[in-house]
């Protein structure tokens, strides 16, 4: 399924082939390059190739981040984002996500909800540990009750010292509060 057709020739280009001027890339080459990899998978339209596609990258990116790191070669920052990350989680991201750091990673991943996670991995303790390998945690609405509950129990509990409650109120007459000054046609 990935080795024919177009998909074939994109992942594995011939060598050999002198008529095939593409440049060759694999993700040392990326990384030592510091070249931008975008991979848009259209997880909608075949969730199971690009799913197939996404774990294969992702389970690339943690072999070299491993080489990265024993090596102790440095290439400064290593930026992956993993968008709609609960299409393509597995154990090498979260190999990435709790110890890529070392090797010059960070990662940002966006996902709707803990479920999907759970969904993906087929464990929760899995899933939190995805969730929990993030360094912080930034969330808009959540409509799932799993994922509001995780979010609360990781702010925890804290003590509100003070306070306050004020009123006002204020009548404006006629008066004028703002005079912005004509401008005069010069002409």
């Given at each position: 399924?990935?080795?024919?057709?177009d998909?074939?020739?994109?992942?594995?280009?011939?060598?050999e082939?002198?008529?095939?001027?593409?440049?060759?890339?694999?993700?040392?080459?990326?990384?030592?390059?510091?070249?931008?990899?975008?991979?848009?998978?259209?997880?909608?339209?075949?969730?199971?190739?690009?799913?197939?596609?996404?774990?294969?990258?992702?389970?690339?990116?943690?072999?070299?981040?491993?080489?990265?790191?024993?090596?102790?070669?440095?290439?400064?920052?290593?930026?992956?984002?993993?968008?709609?990350?609960?299409?393509?989680?597995?154990?090498?991201?979260?190999?990435?996500?709790?110890k890529?750091?070392?090797?010059?990673?960070?990662?940002?991943?966006?996902?709707?909800?803990?479920?999907?996670?759970v969904a993906?991995?087929g464990d929760?303790?899995?899933?939190?540990?995805?969730?929990g390998?993030?360094?912080?945690?930034?969330?808009l609405?959540?409509?799932?009750?799993?994922?509001?509950?995780?979010?609360?129990?990781?702010?925890?509990?804290?003590?509100?010292?003070?306070?306050?409650?004020?009123?006002?109120?204020?009548?404006?007459?006629?008066?004028?509060?703002l005079?912005?000054?004509?401008?005069?046609?010069?002409?």
């Open positions: 399924m990935l080795t024919s057709g998909s074939g020739d994109l992942l594995s280009p011939d060598e082939d002198s008529n095939d001027h593409r440049p060759i890339f694999d993700t040392s080459n990326i990384i030592s390059g510091k070249h931008v990899l975008y991979v848009g998978l259209d997880s909608l339209s075949d969730s199971i190739v690009s799913s197939a596609i996404g774990s294969i990258v992702l389970a690339d990116f943690a072999s070299v981040a491993g080489m990265i790191y024993n090596s102790g070669k440095k290439f400064g920052r290593i930026s992956m984002f993993v968008d709609e990350a609960a299409e393509v989680v597995n154990l090498p991201f979260i190999q990435i996500l709790n890529g750091r070392g090797a010059g990673f960070q990662v940002v991943m966006a996902t709707q909800t803990l479920p999907d996670i993906r991995l929760e303790a899995r899933a939190r540990q995805v969730i390998n993030c360094n912080n945690l930034i969330t609405r959540i409509k799932d009750g799993e994922t509001q509950k995780f979010v609360v129990e990781t702010l925890g509990q804290t003590y509100i010292k003070t306070v306050q409650q004020s009123i006002s109120s204020g009548v404006c007459g006629p008066k004028t509060l005079t912005i000054p004509a401008i005069a046609d010069s002409h």
